[in-house]
C-alpha cells in the first residue's frame, strides 16, 4: 500500500481476521469507492460502501487475455474503481501479474494493455535466457519441482518475459490512498484435494500467504522458508512472479494431456544438444542437487561430487532422451522395446556399468504405465552418480519429479506447531505441494468468501473451457456442505449450451453473485462454438489478430451490461443500509 516496506514477523498467524496492512488498505480503497459511487450518482454513506469482489477464473490465455479486455472496459465505464477485490485463478493471475507490475495501472490501463498485448505478440524468452532462469531455480531454492519446470519451459512462452519482481515488491509500487484493487492469487493444498478437505483454500495476497478458511497465515516474503513450531528457522528467498503465475497456472489439460505436453517440452528443451555441451563447457563440474531434499541435506555428499569428474556426458545426454522418448511412447501406446535395450546396452558399456538381466521389460500390459515408473526410477538411480555438469543433473531432477508427479512443493510453515484451531492433517508433513485451483473449483470464490473480507457483491467472470456454470453451481455445492453462506444457483434448461450474458444469483443473507460467462449469445451470436473452437485452453500463444478479437469480445460483456452491473451496486448499496 506504500513504498515503505512493513517489518516481517517470521512468525505464524493464526486468527480469523485480517492482518493489519490489509484493514488499512480496505479502509482507504472504501474511501476512495464512496467517490466513485458518487460519480455513478450512486448516494450513499461511507457505512453503506458496498464490499466488491471481481473474480477471474482459470482458463490459461484466454482467461488472462479476457479478463484484460474486461478490466479496460470496466475502467471505461467508470465499474472499475467501485471494485474492492481483484481475486484470480489459474490464467488470470498471469494478468494479474502483468497488471501490478505497472505502479497505479488503473489509472492508465489503456496504455497498460497496449504494452501487454504489445508483448503478448513479440517473441519468446531465448533459450539462453531460459536455461539460466532454470539454473537459478535449481540451486537457489530449497525445492526443485515440476512448477519451476513449467514456470520457464510453459509460462515463459505464454506471457513471453521472466519477470523476477516479488509480489511484495510490485504492491510497495502502488500509491497509498488505494487507487486499485486488492490483488488475491489463489492455490490449492494437493494433499488436502486428496482428502476432500475444507482446508484446501490457499491465497497469497502482498501481505500474507495461508489458509483462507482455516486462518493460518505467514507473511508472504516468508512464504517457502522453514518454520518450525510457528517460528521462522531458515529463510528462503521470496519467489518470483515468473514462479507464482506457474504455481498458480498449471491445471490446463486433464494429467495425461499434461504429462504428454511436459514431456514434449522437456524434450525440446533438452534437444539443442550442442548448445547444452556449450553450457557444459562454461564450468567445472558442479555438485548435484537432488529433486526433493533442501540443501542442508546435502551437505555430507557435497565434497564426493564435486571433485568427480563426470563420466561420459555423451552418452548421459543420450540415455536421459532416451527415458524422456520412452515415457512419451508409453503415453502414446508406442512400442518402447528398442529405446529400452539402447538404454540398458548405453548404460552397461559406460565405466562401472553392468547388466541387470532382471531388468523390467515394458510390455504391453495394462500395469504399463506403472512399470515405466519403476523402469525411469530404477535408470534414474544408475545414472545419479555418473553426472556432474548442472544441466544434466538438472535433466535427471526434471525425470524424477515427472515420474513422482512434484508440484510446488514448499516447507510446510505449520509443521509441528500444537494449534487446536488448525486441523492435524496441516501440522504433520514437513512439506505441502501447492497446485492449480482449477484442479477443484476454476475460480477464487473462497477467498472473498472469508467472513472477515464482508463481500457483498460478487462479480464472476467466466473464461473455463466447457460449462460456463461448472464454476458457481460448484461454489453454490461446496458453500452448503462448508455452511458458508451463498445464494442458491438454478440455471435455466438449455443454457449451458446457449448462454446469455449476464445471470444474477441473490439469497437471504449472502452476497449477491453476477456470473458473466465469456462466450455467450450475446456477444458471439449463434458463432459460440466457433469462438470456443478457437480458443481453447491447451494451445500455443495467441497471434496478435487473436489477442485483440479477444480483448474486444471479453469487454463487449461489460460495455452491454453497464445498466444491470450499476442495478446491482446500487441493490448492494440499499441491502448494506437495510442491515445497518
Known sequence: MSASKPQKSGKVRIEPSLN???????????????????????????????????????????????????????????????????????????????????????????????????????????????????????????????????????????????????????????????????????????????????????????????????????????????????????????????????????????????????????????????????????????????????????????????????????????????????????????????LDESIRTTLNDLPGGKSHEDRLRIAHTKTEKLNVKSYTTDEYNRLSDRIGFWILDAWMSIINCMNQWIWGRNHNFLHNMTDEAVPSTLLETETRDFEDTGLLLNSPYFSVLRKERNIDLIISLDFSEGDPFMTVKEAAKTCKELNIPFPEVNIPSGHSEKPKDFYVFKGKNTPTVIHIPLFNVVNCGDKIEDWRKNYKTFQGPYSAKMITDLVEVAGKNITNNRGKLLEQIRAAVGQKGSRR
Open 20 to 338: 493489519k496492512e490489509e484493514e488499512e488498505f480496505v479502509d482507504g480503497r472504501r474511501k476512495s469507492v464512496l467517490e466513485s459511487l458518487k460519480k455513478l450518482q450512486i448516494q450513499c454513506s461511507q457505512n453503506e460502501v458496498p464490499n466488491i469482489a471481481l473474480l477471474g477464473s482459470g482458463g490459461g490465455q484466454r482467461a488472462m487475455v479476457g479478463l484484460l479486455g474486461s478490466l479496460v472496459q470496466l475502467q471505461k465505464t467508470g465499474l472499475l474503481d467501485c471494485v474492492l477485490y481483484l481475486s484470480g485463478v489459474s490464467g488470470s493471475t498471469w494478468c494479474m501479474a502483468s497488471l501490478y507490475k505497472e505502479p497505479d495501472w488503473s489509472t492508465k490501463l489503456e496504455t497498460v494493455k497496449d504494452k501487454i498485448i504489445k508483448r503478448l505478440s513479440g517473441p519468446e524468452v531465448s533459450w539462453t535466457n531460459a536455461v539460466s532462469k532454470l539454473k537459478k531455480y535449481y540451486y537457489e531454492k530449497d525445492f526443485f519441482s515440476l512448477t519451476d519446470v513449467w514456470a520457464v519451459m510453459f509460462i515463459t512462452s505464454c506471457v513471453k518475459e521472466i519477470d523476477e519482481h516479488t509480489l511484495t515488491e510490485q504492491w510497495s509500487q502502488q500509491s497509498k490512498d488505494g487507487k486499485v484493487p486488492f490483488p488475491i492469487y489463489t492455490v490449492i493444498d494437493k494433499k488436502c484435494k486428496q482428502h476432500d478437505n475444507r482446508d484446501s483454500w490457499f491465497e497469497i495476497t502482498p501481505h500474507e500467504a495461508g489458509y483462507s478458511l482455516t486462518g493460518a497465515f505467514v507473511d508472504t516474503s516468508n512464504f517457502g522458508s522453514k518454520f518450525h513450531q510457528g517460528s521462522q528457522t531458515n529463510q528462503q528467498d521470496e519467489f518470483d512472479m515468473l514462479y507464482l503465475q506457474a504455481l498458480c497456472g498449471s491445471a490446463l489439460a486433464d494429467e495425461v494431456e499434461i504429462k504428454k505436453f511436459l514431456w514434449q517440452k522437456i524434450k525440446d528443451f533438452f534437444q539443442q544438444k550442442e548448445t547444452i555441451f556449450q553450457e557444459m563447457r562454461k564450468e567445472q563440474p558442479e555438485r548435484s542437487k537432488e529433486a526433493i531434499k533442501p540443501p542442508e541435506a546435502q551437505l555430507d555428499r557435497m565434497s564426493d561430487r564435486r571433485q568427480q569428474d563426470p563420466k561420459s556426458p555423451d552418452e548421459c545426454y543420450q540415455v536421459l532422451m532416451n527415458l524422456v522418448d520412452m515415457n512419451l511412447s508409453v503415453l502414446t501406446g508406442e512400442d518402447t522395446s528398442a
